[in-house]
């Protein structure tokens, strides 16, 4: 079954074409053709050789046809094959020149394939030209690497690009200092969500690491302006407010506590204090200040 690593980002282009030309047109410096029709077309590559395969995804690039009689005929002026490859696989790479001789003869016009690789080492792979067993031939695969698809860490970026912005967030979420490009791409994915798409913000937390979410939290929470800018209709946005609203329950609930020892008399160690103050679990809190009531200790309290 598919990753979601593996997955994501075709979604994203399937939902957003557009999302792809740019890659071409800004990482790879390539000329897309002049075209009035985009359409996501069929990725079976079987109805030419005998020999069978299929790709992720195929974009269709048409515009009207001249030399045809019939108005608002268009003709294909290029093919994309869209792949997305996570680890090496020999057997898909010296397939990719089958899918493009495949397309290419179908539509009769130029065919780029172009694989995304989210992993470095992986695209480096990719990037190999594949023997083509004739002389002075050789077929370059087009690669989307995370050098080419850029760190998108503003929101007003995300804002322009949403897709764009949740792609780099998948691609960079584990790099160094990447917390911002992750906060950018649940930005725009909660903008997504607004407008009916998919629902990315799952897709992108469940790849984040417990280490990174906490830290995201972390940020949020010290900035409520920040976190309603953000997330304030969202899932995330839902979720950190829930956390917040519990850890101010948390605290309350602690400061209550500690007047019950204080007007009690009960003697409490600086490390007993810092325990309650930091202690953010409700139902402990609860059963330590019913405890608090008619115990003898702070000790007995908190055993």
């Known amino acids: 079954m598919p990753s979601l690593l593996h997955e994501i980002p075709l979604l994203l282009i399937e939902d957003e074409p557009s999302l792809l030309l740019h890659l071409l047109s800004h990482s790879l410096k390539l000329e897309i053709p002049a075209f009035t029709k985009l359409t996501v077309g069929p990725a079976d590559h079987n109805e030419v050789l005998v020999i069978g395969g299929q790709s992720d995804r195929v974009l269709i690039l048409s515009r009207p046809d001249p030399t045809e009689e019939e108005p608002g005929r268009t003709k294909p002026v290029l093919g994309i094959i869209n792949e997305s490859q996570l680890d090496p696989d020999e057997e898909k790479w010296l397939s990719w020149p089958h899918y493009h001789s495949s397309l290419r003869r179908k539509l009769g016009c130029t065919v780029w394939l172009v694989v995304i690789c989210p992993r470095a080492a992986t695209a480096k792979w990719a990037a190999r030209p594949v023997p ?29 690009r949403p897709a764009l912005a949740v792609l780099s967030a998948v691609v960079h979420s584990g790099e160094p200092d990447s917390i911002e490009v992750t906060r950018a791409g649940l930005y725009a994915a909660d903008l997504i969500a607004e407008r009916g798409g998919r629902k990315y913000d799952d897709l992108i937390l469940d790849l984040l690491d417990d280490a990174s979410i906490q830290l995201l939290e972390k940020m949020l929470m010290q900035n409520e302006d920040r976190l309603f800018e953000s997330f304030g209709h ?61 115990a003898t200790s702070v000790d007995e309290i908190l055993a």
């Open 234 to 294: 969202g899932y995330l946005g839902t979720k950190l407010k829930a956390k917040s609203e519990a850890k101010g329950r948390a605290e309350g609930q602690a400061k209550a506590l500690l007047m019950i020892l204080s007007e009690r008399a009960l003697p409490i160690s600086e490390e007993q204090r810092q325990r309650i103050q930091s202690c953010q679990d409700i139902p402990t809190l609860d059963i330590w200040f019913k405890r608090s009531l008619r």
């Open 132 to 160: 083509m067993y004739q002389p002075e031939s050789r077929f370059v695969p087009l690669v989307l690497g995370p050098a080419e698809i850029p760190r998108v860490s503003s929101l007003e970026e995300a804002r322009l």
